[in-house]
């Protein structure tokens, strides 16, 4: 049975997410087998966020000027290479950091094409509600698998990760090859980026959803390696595939999260979805006073559920209303600019500070303040939005 356009972009999504979060356990592994210090986890990160930052004026060109299912192809060639690399011992930043190069270009692809297989402003919302159930999903058991497969054999493990990108890579050629604006030119395109950035700035609601998005990844990203810190301190666990089951269940709170969205924070009151930015605030703070298991696990799912309602509307509004505005392709290469600019930020200064002995709960800590701040932000943002509807 032929499946749907839709379909197989959430399948192809699902699949090359899946891989991306193995490798960074597997990384993890490699870190801890070859005793690298236990901040090299945070360089490879932001080996994989350079990437993102370095390439977004010329990515966005790529997918409004080729076809995007062949793009998301090329993204996953790419990704595919830096799993090789990882498997001849190249240095496990330089390898991630390939990676992040494919999945740069991957990016406006897959969120790009959502509006040109949609027809209505609801149904674009349940399909990025869906991409972003499928996303999360393939964290959750990426990140588990990663972990399992790791400690079991970690060539192995890599060879798993380069058999899904290709599977993902052959599932791209079954969907519709879409005409692209052949008339785009990169130098162009690049010099216009920032132009481009400044216009979706001064819109109110793309303003609104480039800040939310941005402080939601920034928070995830740094939440995420200060858990892989925060675990052992707290919890006493030490096993590399332990700790990325419990990374992972914040994963099953995002999806929960991320498919109630249409029924919680309808598209059209996009503007209420802070409200779930201040309870994920609430959650995040509250982990230096646990030291419990099932308490942890019962906040990581309520911090996920809670930022998969905050991000989705944002992500909905900003595609429908960039399409018309600059491209599609070009509004998710602004927004992978600004999320990844804003991550990297926070991945350096928590490399920084975890290098300088900082403890994990202040980094939590820190970060939490930080969100609140933005969010703060949005809060101001949202009588305005409401008259301009």
């Keep these: 049975m032929k499946m749907k ?23 993890l592994a490699i870190i801890k087998m070859n005793a690298f ?183 995830s990203s740094v939440v995420r390696l200060a858990i892989i810190a925060w675990v052992p301190a707290h919890l006493g666990i030490q096993s590399v595939d332990q700790i990325s089951m419990l990374v992972a269940v914040t994963g099953v709170g995002i999806m929960i999260g991320a498919l109630m969205t249409p029924k919680l924070v309808p598209a059209k009151r996009y503007y209420n979805s802070f409200i779930f930015g201040i309870l994920m605030i609430i959650c995040i703070l509250l982990f230096p006073l646990i030291t419990n298991l099932y308490l942890t696990i019962g906040l990581l799912l309520l911090v996920g559920f809670s930022g998969g309602v905050f991000i989705v509307p944002m992500n909905a509004v900003l595609q429908d209303r960039g399409q018309g505005m600059i491209g599609s392709g070009k509004t998710i290469a602004v927004q992978n600019f600004l999320e990844n600019a804003m991550m990297l930020a926070g991945v350096g200064l928590y490399t920084q500070i975890s290098k300088d002995g900082l403890s994990p709960d202040l980094s939590i800590t820190g970060i939490a303040c930080i969100l609140a701040g933005f969010v703060v932000y949005l809060i101001v943002q949202r009588e305005r939005l409401k008259l301009s509807i």
């Design 5 to 27: 356009p839709l379909q197989t972009l959430n399948l192809t999504q699902f699949l090359s997410a899946f891989a991306d979060n193995m490798i960074l356990f597997i990384t």
């Design 37 to 219: 210090p236990d901040y090299y986890i945070g360089v490879v990160q932001a080996s994989f966020l350079v990437a993102f930052v370095v390439l977004a004026p010329f990515v966005g060109a790529i997918a409004d000027k080729h076809s995007k299912s062949r793009v998301l192809l090329v993204g996953n060639a790419i990704k595919s290479i830096g799993i090789i690399a990882m498997f001849l011992h190249v240095d496990p930043a330089v390898s991630y950091g390939i990676v992040g190069i494919g999945a740069a270009v991957y990016s406006p692809a897959k969120y790009g094409i959502l509006p040109a297989l949609t027809h209505s402003d609801h149904e674009l919302l349940r399909a990025n509600a869906r991409m972003e159930g499928y996303t999360i999903m393939a964290i959750l058991l990426g990140s588990v698998c990663g972990g399992i497969l790791a400690k079991m054999s970690l060539s192995g493990s890599m060879i798993a990760c380069l058999a899904l990108y290709l599977l993902s890579l052959q599932l791209t050629l079954q969907m519709p090859k879409m005409q692209g604006d052949r008339t785009i030119r990169y130098g162009k395109a690049a010099r216009t980026f920032v132009s481009d950035m400044s216009f979706l700035l001064k819109d109110r609601a793309t303003r609104f959803s480039l800040v939310g998005t941005g402080s939601f990844w920034m928070t």
